[in-house]
């Protein structure tokens, strides 16, 4: 086994990349299970089926190959395809580009085995680069990866001098990273925009120009010409490059949040949103990329406002120019004639891999080209048609139905009426059957898994969703991208847009609404009714990775007065929403339903009450919580919801522990009863859970031996069942109760555990919470250095990324308040200062160090 190269803690933009390789034509369940584990170590798998490209170009793998940090080479039977000119299958190529980088062979025995593949495999062998080892099917291949994964990061980290090792189930340690967004990364190369490109670098680096705005009518290449332009200037903004995609915002006041979740600020519902942005942008130099900005155009001022407190640089996709002052634009025109037939000829290898153009067919590849006005989307989509049709076929196609189709929509340009025409035509090829989900598919925001076609479908008549679904898939109006082992399914924003319209015009956009609230408030109801803590994990999980749906979902269900569903939707959701930092968007649900003149039932009243003002104590302490979380209680045992009792409970104890005077007695009263309820319900639940939230009240009650074993419960809950946000949360009160204890070194390790992981998944209060608890052992061993830049980093977190400063039975505050009282406290302040303004990710190295 090889050694990762310790490199130290990466930043965001450079998470450790595994480079998959193997044949398309067969292995997909390995495929798809190697990929599931690459993605449970918080890695990120290059794997070219993502962009349904069977045959990417040799300088693309090249310059994917370049950028990994790990092989993984999966083989069976099949050697792979060899292109028209070359010596070798790709599948060999990828073995021969790969850089001295760790390499791990897997190989599923087989008698049948192509003589290439033996041929490759022997030099495989011979060459003694790589770990080698046989699986017999996609389970057995995941456990392999993973363990494989795991313990080359361990080496990582011990070669960089830590001491942490992964444990078993849970995510390995790896770089540093926050929840920002990076630009896409393109599966296929940039074609005919070399001028358009150089203006756009030119404008954000040579003359930092701060908002840039590609503009163009839809489908003529704005979102790939803005992702080839930020990765182009990234080196030139030290802070990085986020991307923001607007195609799921339909509301104008929604385009702050979405800029904040994709720059990784939580809303935790203490203050403005725009004012926590406005402090997270105003100390960074970054690129903001904007696409599909034109939709929610009348936000445009506003976000003029926030941008204009900081160095922030936007470089915006529109149809439309923004008109706001120093705006600088760049229109895109189609292709030129050479450039289109270029374009066309590579989209058309990807169905058609020995497609080429030649002195026989480039007078009517050229004839398509100009038919669709030379617009990039439209070229993609006809060239799809080109796995059953020859060019001479399509062109004639195109001659007779795109006349009559371009005669509609007379308010748009000649170019917007030509694409929807192509894409008309494309939906036209469909069967009824098939059409009819394409368009019903357009009421959702940013993607959608298997399950939610096939509830669609059952909606239509029993409509084979597979079936329909393979097809959209082919003709290109729709592209799959999974996600983990789940297939997952996208549309461009053109694409979706033309969906919505036809729905709209045959009024079933309403009805189709419905059916998309529907399910996901059934996924939720669901989730929140497993007989277990493990099952409702594993179903939030999944909820929590479709957060644009569950938005429109819950969006939908608001403005149609369904505001019973909207409470069945968030509860479930509630604990997590929170846990992971999220907590703002179930207040602003909750206050919603708690208006006057709304109609709701109890519970959901009920439910409503419990999160609005446990959300509120938690970040102000304000005791007149407590009467409201009684009668919310008092419901929730004569409805014997014991899972909200407990939950309640809890809240309660700390509430009564918290006020002055405290309440000690009623507090442990509540404690106690909240930890029964909870284990009745469910085991796992009361020791991950309430009793996670109990103790923490025995904690500051100073019960610290019986505050150890409840944590120690929690983490061997949460470990075992794979949680890890219960995780990090269970380490972070572990290490302050040993701390208390005075076991200085085991909470330390807490700590740096508690570090590793929360950096792993994005989750940035526990990183904040685990520096904070690394002030407080320097402190403690009066290094105020470090102390000052420990707490100097987790305060910069706190601001950048909105999260709250304080919260009741907070521990760190007393040796904050030794520190500042002492001698060295200037040498400490300014120790803070340099924390403050430092790169956190060498600060998370420092801290493991």
């Not at 069977?54 to 060899?82: C, K, M, N, T």
């Not at 444990?167 to 967004?181: D, H, I, M, N």
């Not at 989307?377 to 139905?401: F, N």
């Not at 996901?520 to 999980?541: D, H």
Request: hydrophobic content about 45%; some cysteine; overall charge negative.
């Amino acid at each position: 086994m090889h050694t990762v190269a310790a490199g130290g803690i990466r930043t965001p933009d450079q998470r450790l990349r595994v480079f998959v390789s193997s044949t398309l034509k067969e292995l997909a369940p390995e495929r798809r299970a190697a990929r599931a584990a690459i993605e449970r170590l918080a890695l990120a798998p290059v794997m070219f089926e993502l962009g349904a490209r069977p045959h990417p170009p040799r300088e693309l793998y090249r310059a994917y190959l370049d950028q990994s940090d790990i092989f993984v080479g999966l083989y069976w039977e099949q050697y792979g395809w060899i292109a028209p000119g070359e010596a070798v299958s790709g599948l060999e190529d990828e073995w021969n580009l790969a850089p001295e980088i760790p390499k791990l062979i897997y190989i599923k025995p087989s008698d049948h085995r192509q003589e290439r593949l033996d041929e490759l495999l022997a030099r495989i062998r011979d060459e003694d680069g790589a770990s080698y080892v046989a699986f017999t099917d996609a389970a057995a291949l995941a456990d392999l990866v993973t363990a494989d994964l795991a313990t080359l990061l361990a080496e990582r980290f011990d070669a960089a001098g830590g001491r942490h090792a992964p444990l078993l189930g849970e995510p390995a340690a790896e770089a540093f990273s926050t929840e920002a967004v990076r630009p896409p990364a393109p599966l296929t190369r940039l074609v005919g925009r070399e001028r358009e490109l150089a203006t756009v670098t030119r404008m954000l680096v040579e003359e930092r120009q701060r908002l840039v705005t590609i503009t163009g009518p839809g489908g003529i290449g704005k979102s790939r010409l803005a992702v080839a332009a930020a990765r182009e200037v990234e080196a030139a903004f030290p802070d990085g490059v986020v991307f923001v995609d607007l195609a799921p915002v339909l509301d104008s006041g929604l385009v702050i949040p979405a800029i904040a979740d994709a720059l990784g600020i939580r809303d935790h519902g203490d203050r403005p949103l725009s004012e926590k942005l406005v402090a997270a942008l105003g100390r960074r130099d970054l690129l903001l990329v904007l696409d599909n900005i034109e939709q929610v155009v009348d936000a445009a001022p506003e976000l003029v406002a926030v941008l204009g407190a900081s160095s922030t640089a936007v470089l915006g996709t529109s149809r439309i120019l923004l008109r706001v002052r120093g705006e600088q634009s760049v229109a895109l025109d189609p292709l030129p004639s050479t450039d289109a037939a270029e374009l066309f000829a590579e989209r058309a290898r990807a169905v058609k891999p020995d497609f080429e153009l030649t002195d026989d067919n480039i007078a009517q590849v050229v004839a398509i080209c100009e038919a669709l006005d030379n617009v990039p989307l439209a070229l993609e989509l006809a060239a799809a048609r080109l796995r059953v049709l020859t060019p001479g076929a399509l062109i004639e196609r195109l001659d007779h139905a795109l006349p009559l189709l371009v005669g509609g929509a007379r308010d748009l340009p000649e170019r917007q009426r030509t694409l929807q025409a192509t894409i008309e035509w494309s939906a036209q090829r469909l069967s009824e059957a098939e059409r009819e989900l394409l368009i019903r598919s357009g009421v959702f925001r940013s993607g959608f898994a298997l399950d939610a076609v096939e509830f669609m479908s059952g909606r239509l008549d029993g409509t084979d969703a597979m079936a329909a679904l393979s097809a959209l898939v082919e003709s290109s109006l729709v592209r799959e991208q999974d996600r983990g082992s789940r297939p997952w399914f996208t549309m461009l924003a053109t694409v979706r847009e033309y969906c919505r319209d036809r729905l709209a015009e045959r009024g079933l956009l309403a009805e189709s609404q419905d059916w998309h609230a529907d399910f996901f408030v059934g996924l939720s109801v669901a989730a929140g009714s497993s007989s277990t803590w493990q099952g409702q994990v594993e179903r939030v999980t999944r909820l929590l990775d479709e957060q644009d749906e569950l938005r429109a979902a819950a969006d939908h269900l608001l403005a149609t007065g369904r505001f019973d569903a909207v409470a069945e939707l968030a509860w479930p959701l509630y604990s997590f929403w929170w846990g992971g930092g999220r907590a703002g968007e179930i207040r602003i649900w909750m206050t919603r339903l708690l208006e006057p003149g709304v109609a709701l039932s109890e519970r959901s009243r009920v439910t409503a009450e419990y999160c609005l003002n446990a959300i509120r104590y938690w970040r102000t302490s304000d005791e007149s919580f407590i009467p409201s979380i009684e009668r919310c209680i008092a419901y929730f045992s004569s409805a014997a919801d014991v899972r909200g009792e407990a939950l309640a409970r809890a809240s309660l104890a700390v509430a009564q522990f918290a006020q002055a005077p405290s309440d000690i007695e009623a507090s442990e009263q509540n404690a106690r009863r909240a930890l029964e309820l909870a284990e009745g319900f469910d085991v796992d639940f009361g020791s991950a859970v309430v009793g996670v939230m109990v103790g923490r009240l025995w904690l500051a009650q100073g019960r610290t031996d019986d505050a150890i074993r409840q944590f120690e419960r929690g983490l061997s809950v949460a470990r075992r069942i794979r949680d890890a946000l219960g995780q990090a949360i269970s380490l972070s009160h572990l290490g302050w109760a040993r701390l208390v204890g005075g076991e200085g070194r085991e909470a330390r390790d807490c700590f740096g555990e508690q570090l590793l992981l929360a950096s792993t998944i994005g989750h940035d209060e526990g990183i904040a919470d685990a520096l904070e608890g690394m002030f407080a052992i320097a402190s403690a061993a009066d290094d105020v250095d470090r102390a000052g830049r420990m707490l100097g980093a987790a305060e910069d977190i706190r601001e950048r990324k909105g999260l709250p400063s304080r919260s009741p039975l907070s521990f760190f505050e007393p040796y904050l308040e030794r520190v500042l009282a002492g001698p060295d406290a200037p040498r400490f302040e300014e120790a803070r200062r340099v924390g403050r303004d430092a790169d956190v990710a060498e600060i998370v190295e420092a801290a493991l160090a």
